[in-house]
Nanobody, 127 residues
Framework: QVQLVESGGGLVQAGGSLRLSCAAS????????MGWFRRPPGKEREFLAT????????YYADSLKGRFTISRDNAKNTVYLQMNSLKPEDTAVYYC????????????????????WGQGTQVTVSS
């Protein structure tokens, strides 16, 4: 059974940092793209970042303005999201996702383009 499990969420003050992790099990995603999304309260899920199978290509939502960094460790079957300079509007449930791309470097920003999803982790940024 394939599982993606997010961790690292929590409560942080504005201006602080958090690093989210997403550990995959049941299947290796070392050949596949991984991504991060979030769902703010009362809003639709939105794309944040994606990373290619090798980690050599990344793509971010323009709204992040360089505050977030996606990375991966294929040996650990894990993807990360480093979040800096957090703002109250970053409060959301954060999800990781995986798409079977088999060594392709094409990036995907649509939630419907991903095959596997985690359950999400809550991030709350207080002002």
């Amino acid at each position: 059974q394939v599982q993606l499990v997010e961790s690292g969420g929590g409560l942080v003050q504005a201006g602080g940092s958090l690093r989210l992790s997403c550990a995959a099990s049941g299947r290796s995603f070392s050949r596949d793209a991984m991504g991060w999304f979030r769902r703010p309260p009362g809003k639709e899920r939105e794309f944040l970042a994606t990373i290619s199978w090798s980690g050599g290509s990344t793509y971010y939502a323009d709204s992040l303005k360089g505050r977030f960094t996606i990375s991966r460790d294929n040996a650990k079957n894990t993807v990360y999201l480093q979040m800096n300079s957090l703002k109250p509007e970053d409060t959301a449930v954060y999800y990781c996702a995986a798409r079977e791309t088999y060594y392709s470097d094409t990036y995907y920003s649509g939630s419907g383009e991903y095959h596997y999803w985690g359950q999400g982790t809550q991030v709350t940024v207080s002002s």
